[in-house]
C-alpha cells in the first residue's frame, strides 16, 4: 500500500503565492503518475496538474502559466507552486497517485486553499 501525507494549504490573498506538497510512502515503486486534483464546493472534482517519473506535466488550462508541479523522485514528494492565486482556485486540493496500469490508485486526505481578501 502507499500512503500519502499532504500539507501547504491554507488562506492567502488574491494574486498571493502557496506551495503544496505531498509525500508518498510504502510501496512507491509502483508509482508512475502523481497529480494534483481539486474540488470547490457545488462542483466536480478536476484535474489541476499531474506529473510522470519521467517528468513530463500535464495542466488544467485554467492554470497553465500560474501553477507548477513538480516531483523529487529521491524524497517520494510532488509539489504544486501556485501563484497569481484566484478567488476561484479556491477548493480542496487532494493528492493522487498512481501505477502505469491504474492498479495502484491512491489520494490523500486533501488540504483546505482559500483565496480571498
Known amino acids: 500500500q502507499v500512503q500519502l501525507v499532504e500539507s501547504g494549504g491554507g488562506l492567502v490573498q488574491p494574486g498571493g503565492s502557496l506551495r503544496l506538497s505531498c509525500a508518498a510512502s510504502?510501496?512507491?515503486?509502483?508509482?508512475?503518475?502523481m497529480a494534483w486534483y481539486r474540488q470547490a464546493p457545488g462542483l466536480q472534482r478536476e484535474l489541476v496538474a499531474s506529473?510522470?517519473?519521467?517528468?513530463?506535466?500535464n495542466y488544467a488550462d485554467s492554470v497553465k502559466g500560474r501553477f507548477i508541479i513538480s516531483r523529487d523522485n529521491a524524497k517520494n514528494t510532488v509539489y504544486l507552486q501556485m501563484s497569481s492565486l484566484k478567488p476561484e482556485d479556491t477548493a480542496v486540493y487532494c493528492c493522487n497517485v498512481r501505477s502505469l496500469s491504474g492498479f495502484l490508485n491512491v489520494w490523500g486526505q486533501g488540504t483546505q486553499v482559500t483565496v480571498s481578501s
Open positions: 510504502g510501496r512507491i515503486s509502483s508509482i508512475y503518475t
Open positions: 506529473i510522470t517519473n519521467g517528468g513530463r506535466t
